[in-house]
């Protein structure tokens, strides 16, 4: 059964950073896009970055030149560098991964969130 773990979030000051990383476990023939999506209370969830397997990356604009996606292909993981921190960035993220099951079997797979709390 292939899960998603996130770790990294937490309390920081307007200003801070943290680090998020999501591995992929269980057995997986393949990992293509993956991502970070973030939901705050009383709103939807919202896309914050996504990373394809090649590396071409994509963010929100309310995170852009702040917040760094990377990906480690061997370890089926990938990472949320946060910088420059607002109150507004609060709210818990959830990876997102397209894993390829099999050559021909693919699915979404969605992490169990991490709470990223940015006080003022």
């Known amino acids: 059964q292939v899960q998603l773990v996130e770790s990294g979030g937490g309390l920081v000051q307007a200003g801070g950073s943290l680090r998020l990383s999501c591995a992929a476990s269980?057995?997986?023939?393949?990992?293509?896009?993956m991502g970070w999506y973030r939901q705050a209370p009383g709103k939807q969830r919202e896309l914050v970055a996504t990373i394809t397997s090649g590396g071409t990356t994509n963010y929100a604009s309310s995170v852009k030149g702040r917040f760094t996606i990377s990906r480690d292909n061997a370890k089926n993981t990938v990472y949320l560098q946060m910088d420059s921190l607002k109150p507004e960035d609060t709210a818990v993220y959830y990876c997102n991964a397209d894993i390829r099951f099999t050559a021909s079997h693919r699915g979404a797979r969605w992490g169990q969130g991490t709470q990223v709390t940015v006080s003022s």
């Open positions: 269980g057995i997986i023939f393949g990992i293509n896009d």
